[in-house]
């Protein structure tokens, strides 16, 4: 499978409270039974997490050691030929999302946005706070770590390197650009975490949307109109790698003047969008999941529903506002504080 996980599995079996399954939601373990389970997985056999989990990254964030449980997880599910999204549907992902091979050097210059695979939201880097920006887009600088989402570690092992060096080669080398701030949780966590824990090398330094966007409302203040919403945050899946921004959401949220409501699916209890569920066809959880959230953002008074991950948006997006919540992305929001949206 390429490179080895960095892991330690005496850490693993040390472990008195394996934080990992038992605060696992959808899994319901109890200590005896998470026991057994990690046992299971450290020795290779087959285990119940590998058909039951819901691929929501939450054990990476559980684990206190940072020993990587939920991708030694994912290792074990492509060993043993479990397929949490159907065969047909994973590999005609696979097939799609594939690299293209069509790029061209471009000059690019600081602020360097990483829009990944979604170049429909390229028209949002725009106004003061992206001023001069220069973005990267495309499916040979997908980060790839979706495949997270469906067994295969090999697909990342395979495709990141070379993501990684079409990143250097076509725009940082010529530029002297070393820095790229990543539009979404996925990229940022891929490269400061999910790329250190495969042992794959990256020539550049990450940072997340919300250290800039602090940074550029820093440097905007004067600007700044008071939004007075309540809000709810869609704490995205990929975000568990992350963890430490989640303060970086709440300074973001005091500067441009609007609530953070509390609420029950939150911060390190937030659920999913639900994508990934349907993409499982669990499609009775992901109603019920969709349904809890959404509920939960309404009955705490929220107005604005804030996401960070585009694929959160397209997910829940109509939904929210059916539910008379407007959806936002987190940098739309701070732009309309600043009298642009």
């Not at 295969?152 to 993501?163: D, F, T, Y």
Request: hydrophobic letters at 35%; aromatic letters at 8%; proline letters at 5%.
């Amino acid at each position: 499978m390429g490179a080895s996980l960095r892991h330690d599995p005496e850490l693993c079996r040390q472990c008195r409270e394996i934080d990992c399954l038992t605060r696992c939601r959808p899994l319901k373990l109890n200590l005896e039974q998470a026991r057994k389970e990690r046992d299971n997985l450290l020795e290779g056999r087959f285990s119940t997490v590998l058909t039951d989990c819901t691929t929501c990254y939450a054990c990476e964030e559980y684990c206190p050691y940072q020993n990587h449980p939920f991708y030694l997880l994912v290792d074990r599910q492509e060993e043993l030929g479990v397929w949490p999204v159907p065969k047909p549907v994973t590999r005609q992902q696979i097939l799609m999302m594939g690299m293209r091979g069509r790029l061209e050097r471009k000059p690019v210059q600081k602020p360097l946005i990483n829009m990944c695979f979604f170049p429909m939201l390229v028209g949002n880097i725009t106004g003061r706070i992206f001023e001069g920006a220069s973005t990267i887009v495309g499916s040979d600088v997908f980060c790839n770590i979706m495949w997270l989402h469906f067994g295969k570690n090999s697909v990342i092992r395979e495709r990141l390197p070379q993501a990684i060096e079409n990143i250097r080669r076509y725009y940082l080398e010529d530029s002297g650009v070393d820095e790229i701030v990543h539009f979404h949780d996925e990229c940022y966590g891929t490269y400061t975490q999910l790329a250190p824990a495969f042992g794959i090398e990256v020539p550049f330094k990450s940072i997340h949307l919300f250290e800039f966007l602090v940074r550029r409302l820093e440097e905007l203040k004067q600007h700044i109109r008071p939004l007075g919403f309540k809000v709810a945050y869609q704490r995205p899946c990929s975000n568990r790698l992350s963890p430490h921004t989640q303060d970086l959401v709440d300074d973001i949220f005091r500067r441009i003047g609007v609530t953070r409501v509390e609420r029950e699916y939150d911060r390190d209890n937030a659920l999913c969008c639900g994508a990934v569920l349907r993409g499982m066809q669990r499609d009775d959880e992901a109603d019920r999941v969709q349904r809890l959230n959404l509920d939960d953002m309404a009955g705490a008074g929220a107005q604005v529903a804030v996401f960070n991950c585009p694929f959160c948006l397209f997910t829940l997006g109509e939904a929210a506002a059916k539910k008379g919540l407007m959806p936002l992305l987190m940098s739309d929001l701070c732009r309309a504080a600043l009298g642009e949206k």
